[in-house]
């Protein structure tokens, strides 16, 4: 939590659902299509009081009734030269979340939270050796794309994906996830097609079946990191409870179902998933499953014993993967600068005693 904060004092409207302020805007004598107008400005980044599509009177009513966004920002850090912006935000109950603005040359990527924290429980992972705190409401996820995109805009670029690997595990907030992924590919809003949207998950198989059958084109990354579940079970404990066999047939209905291919993370962790067996465990694993991989090189987390392999060491381990005939991409890892991987601020910024969750 925000140390030493107060509750806000108005509720934001982002959160409120679509009857409610319908509800609210009939009781003010107000015409059915300013709900539109509403949420389409608020989707451009618009603050009420910017609102010149709607009549003064109502803009105040709104300003003093309601606040525009979920969000509120604490701290900003940039680094990769400017190309890398990492955010971190107050949310309602004093709890704060971080959202990453990646540009690449010809696409700019937000990496979304969907929880407070996270409750896997990954040994690497930065979010996970924080405190949990609750899940985020669809709202507070859409918010941070409509922030991300005004940041863009600002800079004259546009918001072109959306990956949900962020802090927390989306299909542990399902319902908010999926109607957040509804509302950032609105038309009449932010426009994103599902198609850029990625969703993470660690092994939730009950919810990767539930998600195929959404009708929503996304892609499924699943945060694999090891073939074998011996290994498995210690760096994604959730394994324990859905095994890898059970994964990989989940992956393999979401992708007939779908048609989407999956794609598959791997963070590469020094002398623990980089040998020539773990490349050939995976390469036997995306066979039956004919997935991508995405090998991430890994972020140092400050206290782990977990190291990044050399670059010889990741270079051989993608070529064995090409060998074996599977898809393989290595990922540019960004935001090394000032701790700025994911999680990592906000733990600094709780041990600086800026915030407490």
Request: proline content about 6%.
């Amino acid at each position: 939590m925000l140390a030493d904060s107060a509750p806000p004092a108005l509720p934001a409207i982002s959160l409120i659902d679509d009857g409610a302020l319908l509800e609210w805007l009939q009781a003010g004598g107000q015409p059915t299509y300013r709900l539109k107008q509403i949420r389409q400005a608020l989707a451009a980044g618009a603050g009420f009081e910017q609102m010149s599509t709607l009549p003064t009177d109502l803009r105040t009513q709104l300003t003093q009734r309601f606040r525009p966004r979920a969000l509120a920002e604490i701290e900003r850090w940039d680094s990769d030269q400017g190309l890398t912006t990492k955010i971190l935000y107050g949310l309602d109950g004093g709890y704060t979340v971080e959202s990453v603005v990646m540009r690449y040359e010809r696409r700019s990527t937000l990496c979304i939270s969907s929880q407070v924290g996270c409750p896997i429980g990954c040994p690497f992972c930065a979010t996970g050796k924080g405190p949990f705190g609750r899940n985020l409401k669809a709202g507070e996820i859409v918010d941070q794309a409509i922030a991300a995109a005004a940041l863009l805009a600002a800079r004259g670029r546009r918001l072109t994906h959306v990956v949900y690997m962020g802090m927390g595990e989306p299909l542990a907030n399902y319902e908010a996830v999926v109607q957040s992924v509804r509302g950032i590919a609105d038309s009449s809003g932010l426009g994103i097609s599902p198609r850029r949207i990625t969703v993470s998950t660690s092994g939730l198989v009950p919810r990767i079946d539930e998600l195929a059958q959404e009708s929503l084109p996304v892609t499924l990354a699943i945060s694999l990191h090891a073939a074998r579940d011996e290994l498995r079970d210690f760096l994604v404990p959730i394994n324990r409870k859905y095994p890898l066999a059970d994964l990989t047939q989940a992956a393999a209905r979401f992708a007939n179902r779908t048609g989407r291919r999956v794609s598959y993370e791997w963070v590469l962790l020094a002398e623990v998933n980089d040998s020539d067996q773990d490349a050939r465990e995976l390469i036997e694993l995306t066979r039956q499953s004919f997935g991508h991989v995405n090998l991430i090189p890994f972020n140092p987390v400050p206290g782990t014993d977990f190291k990044e392999p050399d670059p010889g060491r990741i270079a051989r381990f993608a070529g064995l993967l090409r060998e074996g005939g599977v898809q393989v991409t290595v990922r540019d890892t960004r935001g090394r600068e000032n701790s700025a991987a994911c999680g990592q601020l906000r733990a600094r910024a709780i041990g600086a005693g800026v915030i407490t969750a």
